[in-house]
């Protein structure tokens, strides 16, 4: 079979229709803000979100394991179609309020927990099986365009009128729903696993994890790295303000950034091909050490912007280092739960670090934070030069 149709049918739909999360991901709370002029309230997206993706990303990786990925994926388009549209005539008419806005938020949500590891299971399948890790890095370039161009688009969007932001996310659901329709049938019958795995779904996953040895360990340190990540990117706003940038400085000096994100995304899969995990991993802890310092004595948003953009080039890059180890480590009978169980552990920090990262500026300013940042990824580098799973994982590759 030939695998570049599907995986570019795959590809396009996701691109799609993650551009049109990420237009309504900035939607939501503008709206809401719009419906209750309270910042408290819009801020309950943000726990919405971290609490409909704790609640339902174990148990829709077992659903993926145990049923066929395209009737999946296309179910969960569909009810996220029809959930932003009915949204989007709601708000056109004036009749949406906050508790509506809240439930389509979940629902969403979940539908996208489901969706995932389906997804993800589908790649693999699509995938001969010394490509199925590079096949994950090219994937990556999706997610990166539709973070640089959709908030954008959705605050245009948004001005215009407020419910063209979830017709737009509406319509994207209904693209992908078409293009994953068109995958070949062939492209995506797999292997449920369930006479492979019967019982107690969610243990066997952790079991497996546990004995691989390398997975968890890489998972939970690519957690620290994304939350410091997600705390650079608070300060470096902090940072440009404090040193006299606008409004206008600063979105340039954030595209900047984002820049670099989509170009690590870019040569993702030729760094894939001539470094392994851990080499990235230690890489890229290296580099947003001395990203992060170099931010201490620039003045203009446009080089802090490029600080910004060597520290988010590895972003990318780790992340499809770690997944494509699972795509091509994890039996068949397990993808769905251990992927969905992985995306939990990298997430685990999310909710707390903006908490963090403004305490830290409240308390010692942006220099302060700058240092703080710097120091854990110094501190990750160490732990990455010793850490035993890392070093047998450098030792099996020579």
């Known amino acids: 079979m030939d695998v570049r149709r599907p995986f570019a049918l795959l590809w396009i739909s996701q691109a799609l229709s993650q551009f049109g999360t990420s ?5 939501y709370p503008l709206l809401i803000l719009e419906l209750t002029g309270s910042a408290a309230q819009a801020g309950l997206v943000g726990a919405v979100v971290a609490v409909a993706g704790l609640v ?3 148990p829709a990786g077992s659903l993926a394991d145990r049923r066929p990925p395209r009737p999946l994926m296309l179910a969960a388009d569909a009810a996220r179609a029809i ?7 709601s708000v056109s008419a004036g009749l949406a309020g906050i508790g509506p806005v809240l439930v389509v938020v979940g629902l969403e949500v979940c539908a996208g927990a489901v969706f995932g590891p389906a997804e993800f299971r589908l790649l693999r399948a699509i995938s001969a099986p010394e490509e199925r890790a590079i096949a994950v890095g090219r994937m990556q370039s999706r997610s990166q365009l539709a973070g640089l161009l959709g908030p954008l688009a959705g ?4 001005g215009i009128a407020p419910w063209l932001p979830f017709a737009v996310d509406a319509l994207s659901y209904a693209a ?14 797999v292997d449920s696993g369930a006479a492979v795995v019967p019982d107690r779904e969610r243990r066997s996953a952790w079991r497996w994890l546990r004995r691989d040895g390398f997975l968890l360990p890489a998972a939970l340190w690519v957690a620290a790295l994304t939350a410091t990540f997600s705390a650079v990117g608070l300060i470096v706003i902090v940072v440009a303000q404090d040193r006299g940038a606008g409004s206008a400085a600063i979105g340039l000096m954030s595209s900047i950034s984002a820049a670099g994100g989509l170009a690590g995304a870019l040569l993702t899969p030729a760094i894939q091909r001539r470094l392994r995990p851990s080499a990235v991993f230690r890489l890229a802890a290296l580099v947003d050490t001395a990203a992060t310092l170099a931010l201490l004595p620039l003045q203009s948003p446009v080089l802090i912007g490029v600080a910004g953009a060597v520290a988010f080039f590895s972003a990318p890059v780790v992340a499809a280092s770690l997944f494509g180890e699972v795509s091509v480590r994890v039996p068949d009978a ?4 251990v992927q969905s169980s992985m ?3 990298v997430g685990l920090l999310a909710p707390v670090t903006p908490v963090l990262a403004g305490l830290v500026l409240d308390r010692s300013g942006s220099t302060g934070g700058i240092i703080a940042c710097a120091t854990v990824f110094a501190g990750l580098t160490v732990v990455s030069l010793v850490l035993p799973a890392f070093r047998r994982a450098a030792a099996d590759a020579r």
Not at 23 to 27: G, I, K, Q
Not at 155 to 158: H, K, P, Q, R, S
């Open 56 to 58: 339902t990303r174990l």
């Open 176 to 189: 992908s729903f078409a293009l994953v329709a068109a995958l070949p049938r062939s492209a995506s019958s």
């Open 23 to 27: 237009v309504s991901s900035l939607a």
């Open 83 to 89: 959930l932003l549209a009915v949204l989007g005539v």
């Open 155 to 158: 605050g245009v969007l948004f």
């Open 334 to 337: 397990l993808v769905g739960r």
């Open 343 to 345: 995306v939990l552990v």
